[in-house]
């Protein structure tokens, strides 16, 4: 309860695209940083090692996409949103708060 | 020797009104982006002075010669300001800075303070990225977005069309306008594409005011796609150096069938307010710790 209530009077939230828009559509990373409690499952679990948990500008641990991934997460994210075959996406798995999620 | 024209034109400026000796906290932000970098000295949360030039290959000399062309003529040294935060591309290359912040927190800031606590979403297209982002009143982002993977919708993309056409860049908006009918858009999903399909038009014998305005509203295309994913919500202001094309800005206006709002400064300089307004409030908050 204190914790919720210290999230609702200090922290700030806001929603991140991690991406880019290219001539085959919208390839981005969506991360609410209200719901994301910056616990890392995600980092664990990814197999392309594409997430990492930062300090944001506002001083809050997030989750966010690391740098070299930034401008090719449609083809690094490939393993989990295969373009053919099931997705089978484990961020989005084990994040409990439903904080990340893939716009494709 | 060739002339480039897509050199836009660098300035510095001081507030006539305030003296900083009698400041109580001096303040900077020093955004060092992939074209241009400025330096805004901010006294109390006021604006003081500030200078916007041409980043160089070297991020921490351009930052350094930014800073002090903005100190030139006011007596200031670097000394004098209480805390510098650093922003942009390069911000992690301002070797005087005591602190980085993400441009995108800068501008969402700066925009708060140059078009006032209504704005709520913020588009700034800057020298090689464009960023949509949507703030509340207190200037805290909210939601953002950012394309840093091509030039389409850039200030890299126009300098591009400006040297391909001969036209200098200041003058690019105001031609681009001055078309009888709208032509069709060029490509908005690549500037190289965009290039080689103008140069195409240029030999069908296309004036060239005509080739600018099919590649202004192709860029005003692409930074509308990147607003609507976040939701456009009004006030709406823009920053960066493309908000001074007034080809794009318009015809981007007519799309979002959303006037944006007028800027009282120079929109270049928003994510460096940004930064000396987050230097300030850094320094409050220490002084009140102690």
């Known amino acids: ?104 | 020797m060739t002339t480039e024209y897509w050199r836009w034109t660098e300035s510095r400026w001081t507030s006539p009104d305030i003296d900083w000796k009698k400041a109580d906290i001096i303040t900077a932000g020093v955004d060092i982006g992939s074209v241009s970098s400025q330096t805004v000295v901010m006294c109390d949360g006021e604006l003081y002075c500030y200078s916007n030039m041409r980043t160089g290959s070297d991020s921490p000399d351009s930052a350094r010669r930014a800073t002090d062309w903005a100190l030139e003529g006011t007596g200031m040294k670097i000394e004098d300001i209480h805390y510098i935060i650093g922003t942009g591309y390069g911000r992690v290359n301002v070797p005087f800075a005591h602190r980085s912040i993400t441009e995108i927190a800068c501008h969402a800031r700066g925009a708060n303070f140059m078009y006032g606590p209504t704005v709520k979403t913020v588009l700034d297209m800057g020298g090689q990225d464009c960023k949509a982002i949507k703030c509340d009143e207190r200037g805290k982002v909210t939601t953002f977005l950012m394309n840093d993977k091509c030039a389409a919708g850039t200030g890299r993309g126009m300098e591009v069309f400006a040297n391909l056409l001969a036209i200098p860049i200041n003058d690019v908006g105001e031609l681009s306008l001055s078309v009888e009918a709208e032509p069709e858009p060029v490509s908005s999903t690549c500037v190289i594409f965009a290039k080689s399909e103008a140069t195409g038009l240029l030999r069908q014998g296309w004036a060239k005011n005509k080739v600018l305005a099919a590649y202004c509203s192709a860029m005003a295309h692409r930074v509308y796609t990147l607003l609507v994913r976040i939701d456009v919500e009004k006030d709406f202001g823009i920053t960066g150096g493309i908000a001074k094309n007034i080809g794009v800005v318009s015809r981007l206006e007519k799309e979002l069938g959303l006037k944006a709002l007028p800027a009282k400064y120079d929109t270049q300089i928003a994510g460096g307010i940004g930064a000396a307004l987050f230097a300030k409030a850094l320094v409050e908050k220490s002084r009140k710790a102690a």
């Open chain 1, 1 to 104: 309860m204190l914790n919720l209530i210290k999230r609702l009077i200090i922290s700030h939230s806001y929603i991140a695209n991690y991406g880019y828009t290219d001539g085959s559509g919208d390839w981005y990373i969506i991360v609410d940083s209200d719901k994301c409690d910056g616990c890392g499952k995600c980092v664990d679990v990814c197999p392309v090692n594409v997430l990492e948990v930062i300090t944001d500008d506002y001083d809050d641990l997030v989750v966010s996409i690391r740098a070299e991934h930034k401008k090719s997460i449609k083809y690094d994210c490939g393993p989990c949103i295969p373009v053919s075959g099931e997705r089978d996406c484990k961020c989005e798995q084990v994040c409990e708060p439903g904080a990340i999620k893939h716009s494709w």
